[in-house]
């Protein structure tokens, strides 16, 4: 019941490795736990509703907060509809325990750090240099390729389990990404299913919690905003 990220390298295009990692202060193992996974190539692409999406790499490592460009500005609709960022270490040069934080700037720009044991500035020890996956899309409900998506933010998310009910029904359980999307606490946090729901994700709704980091201390996350995405073939 720990707290535990996925993490991963990236070593072809036709493959990549994962693992489970929990913070330093617990005891590195954890049970059996499911990881839905999504591959994008770098670049800039629109859906069959003419929705824009990008996706591409950064360089990243402890210290504080970097600005990361996308490949174009978005729509200025994206204003009222609300742009959707996920992010995701994709290196292990370091082996600390790590992850990405990340918060909005512009229709052309994101803010991406290295979160640590703690926060995003250590005391101790700087993250060495890693490599971020990110992907980017425009909040809405829409279809790239054959496949049915939704994207969307969710503000207020706290420890407390939130449900999110999908615009449109899928026709089956989807696959379901996310990522916290605002920093409004200076501790570590990361987002999860609720696991003491009997079906945290369905068709409909998927319900999940932020849990923080419990090497530092033992306080409950504070409120903040998730960006989520959810695919499932039509």
Not at 15 to 38: G, K
Not at 74 to 81: H, K, R, T
Not at 157 to 185: D, L
Request: some cysteine.
């Amino acid at each position: 019941s720990g707290e535990v990220l996925a993490d991963g390298t990236c070593n072809a295009a036709w493959c990549f490795e994962m693992f489970l990692q929990e913070p330093e202060c617990l005891d590195a193992w954890h049970t059996m736990e499911a990881v839905d996974w999504l591959v994008v190539e770098e670049g800039a692409y629109y859906t069959k509703e003419g929705a824009m999406m990008q996706a591409g790499v950064k360089s990243v490592q402890g210290g504080g907060w970097e600005d990361a460009h996308f490949h174009m500005a978005f729509p200025e609709a994206v204003a009222d509809a609300g742009l959707v960022v996920l992010s995701q270490l994709q290196t292990t040069n370091d082996v600390h325990f790590a992850k990405t934080r990340q918060q909005p700037v512009d229709r052309e720009t994101f803010q991406i750090a290295v979160e640590q044991i703690g926060d995003t500035m250590h005391p101790d020890h700087r993250h060495g240099l890693e490599t971020a996956g990110w992907l980017a899309l425009e909040a809405g409900h829409g279809t790239i390729g054959e496949t049915q998506y939704e994207a969307g933010i969710a503000t207020g998310a706290t420890e407390q389990p939130t449900e999110i009910t999908f615009t449109r029904p899928f026709a089956t359980k989807p696959e379901v990404f996310g990522s916290v999307a605002t920093w409004h606490g200076h501790d570590a946090v990361q987002l999860r299913l609720d696991g003491l729901a009997q079906n945290p994700a369905s068709a409909s709704s998927m319900r999940f919690a932020l849990e923080e980091e419990g090497c530092v201390d033992s306080e409950g996350a504070g409120d903040g905003s998730v960006n989520d995405g959810a695919g499932g073939n039509c």
